[in-house]
């Protein structure tokens, strides 16, 4: 039994009227025995692509394990990776409702972190504290890189029957709810793992 | 016919396990499945599939497949098509004689309110939102949660009781296959030697069997028994003759529940009790799959994760472990929603909460807790004490039980006990003046069952509006 999860980034084909170049997914497992560093390495995504100027490019990532877990606290955190002190970019972090939560140009090497937002899930406002986080990060500048961050407190069990309630039993409803049942989900034990990572300033 | 099956390796304590280890364990439990003894694969199949069996109601009368979910359902992405489309209990809705959407919506049929209610309606389930953030506003909600119990009758009301308990009103006809596992032969009440009189002569079913019913005490071996089975109807020679014997018999996670003709309904607890042992006729029979218990336990017992995941977290952060609910030790303490004593009048049950303001160096008590009762915590107030009041509480011979603190600038406290005593002294310190008010509970001894440690973290972890 693995306990390991599985994070999924992908470049967002769209983000409004924009088109982005390219588009790519790339995958992130944490396994629990990996030396996880505490405010750190909790969930990293980090974009390589070069960015062309005067578009928008865009990381994002879902903790998708729907119903089955919440956070005592989290955050979304960006940090400007760029190693060229040429590029500034305009940084907006955003929840995946598309609801706005900062704007603001991040200086390079510098991270910033956002307390939680309104986040959707199938059409749900979820509230600060439970379980879906998901969040994108658009920046627009040349040669631009930056690390996408979700910070976690604590996670614990969330409402497995949030989607048989809400019309969205599907597979993975399925996977929370049977999980409880007949505890046959292995790869729902890993966030207690991360449980354990506090909530810290990567740059300290 | 003899069977031989390959033996599970054992693992060392601490050693690591291999993939031989692992290939030799699939390799015994995968022999006995493929045996066919006892039906292992069969049951473990049909216990899945009834979680989650007929859960959406036809459009007219023709309803989908029983295992639709598994077959179709499950697959359909919610972005383009949702289900049920009807509202529950509807056409296209939701079966509320199904498992889950019964226990997320209730059924008027099982005169049960949907979860959301049960566990947060103030009105018609548990109060669940303090009036202000203050700790003494928690401590009123408290109060409306808990409700009250008279040790001289043993009546009982309590919100939080029933929200953790009422969910086990959804059990099905004994030949459903919802909610049910693979079942079997068992067995059953021998019969009485006495054969029951036809009830009703006229409607041409025979007289029902004469069952010996009865329970056995866990710890005395002494045995509650009943009359018989036979059933009340106009055609007895002696009407009214079978008023005591049984009309029907049940049970729940905690209790059985025996009905008598004439209307008592008696309770006797799975901690005190056990049906039977029968020597009857064994009958083929389906069982409670527990689908509900399963989960319930699962969920309230895995907030400090399962014990690989509990090391990690204790290894890294200590302070983030201790903040994870410890499920083992709610369960070993007492409940500290269990119901406050009362006194019954009529059909209401008073709850009375023994106060007191405490001067410089003045005392309450000592008490001792009514019958089956215990001291679980007590609040002081000590918004009129200047600067600052202390209060100890003791137990019996003196022992220390704690204390706290109070001050206008942070007027309440509350301490609790564990173990939680039987006789209590409240004592106010010294170096204040005004009062310090404290209360206390006295609450019905009882360590939380898994529903309760549910309920707790269930409205704690979930909001279950839509």
């Known amino acids: 039994m693995a306990d390991s999860v599985t994070f999924t980034s992908k470049l967002a084909a769209t983000i409004g009227s924009t088109t982005i170049a390219g588009a790519a997914t790339s995958t992130k497992t944490l396994d629990s025995t990996s030396a996880l560093v505490p405010g750190v390495d909790v969930t990293q995504q980090t974009l390589t692509s070069l960015c062309t100027a005067a578009t928008f490019h865009s990381i994002w990532t879902e903790l998708d394990m729907g119903d089955v877990w919440k956070t005592s606290s989290h955050g979304i955190q960006l940090r400007n990776t760029s190693t060229s002190t040429t590029h500034e970019p305009c940084i907006m972090v955003a929840a995946r409702s598309g609801h706005m939560i900062i704007t603001t140009e991040l200086v390079i090497g510098q991270s910033y972190l956002v307390a939680g937002g309104a986040l959707t899930n199938n059409g749900v406002v979820w509230q600060i504290g439970e379980v879906l986080i998901a969040a994108h990060a658009d920046f627009t500048g040349a040669g631009a890189t930056a690390e996408l961050l979700i910070p976690i407190g604590i996670m614990f069990p969330g409402d497995p029957l949030g989607p048989i309630r809400r019309k969205a039993f599907t597979a993975a409803g399925y996977g929370a709810l049977g999980h409880y049942i007949f505890g046959s989900a292995a790869t729902l034990t890993c966030p207690l793992e991360i449980s354990a990572a506090e909530v810290g300033d990567p740059t300290a | ?466």
């Open chain 2, 1 to 466: 016919m003899a069977f031989t099956f390959p033996v599970a390796p054992t693992v060392a304590v601490g050693d690591e396990i291999t993939s031989t280890q692992l290939v030799g364990l699939a390799n015994a439990v995968n022999a006995r499945l493929r045996s066919g003894i006892a039906d292992g694969a069969e049951r473990v199949a049909y216990l899945t599939r009834n979680a989650f069996l007929q859960m959406v109601n036809p459009s007219g009368d023709v309803w989908s497949p029983q295992s639709h979910f598994f077959t179709q359902r499950q697959a359909a992405d919610p972005e383009h098509a949702e289900w049920p489309e009807g509202e529950p209990g509807e056409d296209n809705g939701a079966t509320v004689g199904s498992n889950w959407p019964t226990y997320i919506y209730g059924a008027a049929a099982l005169d049960l309110d949907s979860e959301a209610v049960r566990l947060t309606d103030p009105n018609y389930g548990l109060p669940v939102e303090p009036a202000g953030p203050t700790i003494l506003d928690h401590w009123r909600l408290g109060q409306q949660q808990r409700g009250a119990y008279d040790p001289a009758t043993g009546a009982l009301a309590s919100p939080a009781f029933t929200a953790a308990r009422a969910y086990a009103a959804i059990r099905w006809r004994w030949w459903s296959p919802q909610g049910a596992s693979f079942g079997g032969y068992f067995a059953s009440p021998a019969l009485h030697v006495t054969p029951c009189e036809d009830p009703d002569a006229t409607d041409g079913y025979p007289a029902p069997p004469n069952f010996d019913l009865f329970f056995t005490n866990l710890l005395t071996a002494a045995t509650t028994t009943y009359p018989g089975t036979c059933q009340d109807g106009p055609s007895l020679s002696v009407p009214g003759m079978y008023d005591l014997h049984v009309y029907a018999w049940g049970e729940s996670p905690w209790a059985y529940y025996v009905l008598l003709n004439d209307g008592t309904l008696d309770e006797l607890s799975k901690t005190e009790w056990v049906i039977g042992p029968f020597s009857g006729e064994p009958r083929l029979a389906r069982a409670w799959g527990s689908h509900f218990e399963r989960f319930m336990h699962r969920f309230a017992g895995e907030f400090r994760g399962v014990e690989a995941n509990e090391q990690a977290m204790r290894g890294r952060s200590s302070t983030k472990y201790k903040l994870a609910a410890d499920f083992g030790r709610i369960l070993r303490q007492q409940y500290l929603l269990a119901p406050q004593r009362g006194v019954q009048v009529g059909d209401t049950i008073e709850a009375q909460y023994i106060s007191a303001t405490l001067g410089v160096g003045q005392s309450l008590g000592p008490l001792t807790a009514a019958e089956g009762c215990v001291f679980a915590a007590l609040l002081a107030d000590g918004s009129t004490a200047s600067p600052s009041a202390p209060v100890s509480a003791t137990g019996a011979n003196g022992l220390a039980l704690g204390g706290v603190g109070v001050s206008p600038a942070s007027p309440y406290q509350v301490l609790t006990f564990h173990p939680a005593p039987t006789q209590l002294t409240i004592t106010a310190g010294t170096g204040f003046s005004g009062g310090v008010t404290v209360e206390v509970l006295e609450l019905l001894e009882y360590t939380p069952g898994p529903w309760d440690v549910f309920l707790l973290m269930r409205v704690g972890g979930a909001r279950m509006s839509p």
